[in-house]
T-cell receptor, first 108, second 116 residues
Framework: KNEVEQSPQNLTAQEGEFITINCSYS?????LHWLQQHPGGGIVSLFM???GKKKHGRLIATINIQEKHSSLHITASHPRDSAVYIC??????????FGKGTRLHILP | DSGVTQTPKHLITATGQRVTLRCSPR?????VYWYQQSLDQGLQFLIQ???????AKGNILERFSAQQFPDLHSELNLSSLELGDSALYFC???????????????FGAGSRLTVL
């Protein structure tokens, strides 16, 4: 079993829909990152969380440390949100472990 | 432009060869991280340097080595290349070398290595 599991692996939705991507992990962590990788390959860090909730524009990230679970939400989704979203946990041993990513496709 | 510069963007070489990938961190960032992204393995953490010193090590093969120079740029050396080393290699930088994980990462555009 992978130490970081993301679901779903693939998601296709219509423009305007509310999107949720989930990340569960099994190791102790000091922080969790949500990354966005565009079709061209570039990676952008969206959020870094160690507790609670963060919001940036239409994106919201939450983390529940006790349940070892984080979610990334996209409100009013748009075709430009189409990308791979990757959850990465920063373990207490300084090792960074990545999920395999969720491929999101928003249809116009 | 993220401020993290990676060269070369693309590299094609043969098995058994050696290549060097270069990363210049964002201005003011002291930490550099290297990651490998292959189709079957996803992203994997290789190694982190902070202000010239190795800070953390991940799944880096013995055939691979890295260093960070006094001007803070970093190089990843890959030797005795195998077909399976074909991947995207990303560099990221952050301001600090904190062990708390509380580092905002800025990624470079990646170097695509193809080993034939």
């Amino acid at each position: 079993k992978n130490e970081v599991e993301q679901s779903p692996q693939n998601l296709t939705a219509q423009e305007g829909e509310f999107i949720t991507i989930n990340c569960s992990y099994s190791v102790g962590i000091s922080a969790l990152h949500w990354l966005q990788q565009h079709p061209g390959g570039g990676i952008v860090s969206l959020f870094m969380l160690s507790s609670g909730k963060k919001k940036h524009g239409r994106l919201i990230a939450t983390i529940n440390i006790q349940e070892k679970h984080s979610s990334l939400h996209i409100t009013a989704s748009h075709p430009r949100d189409s990308a791979v979203y990757i959850c990465a946990v920063w373990g207490r041993d300084d090792k960074i472990i990545f999920g395999k990513g969720t491929r999101l496709h928003i249809l116009p | 432009d993220s401020g993290v510069t990676q060269t070369p963007k693309h590299l094609i070489t043969a098995t058994g060869q050696r290549v060097t990938l270069r990363c210049s961190p964002r201005s003011g960032d002291l930490s550099v991280y290297w990651y490998q992204q292959s189709l079957d393995q996803g992203l994997q953490f290789l190694i982190q340097y902070y202000n010239g010193e190795e800070r953390a090590k991940g799944n880096i093969l013995e055939r691979f080595s890295a260093q960070q120079f006094p001007d803070l740029h970093s190089e990843l050396n890959l030797s005795s290349l195998e077909l399976g080393d074909s991947a995207l290699y990303f560099c990221a930088s952050s301001p600090h070398g904190s062990r708390s994980g509380a580092n905002v990462l800025t990624f470079g555009a990646g170097s695509r290595l193809t080993v034939l």
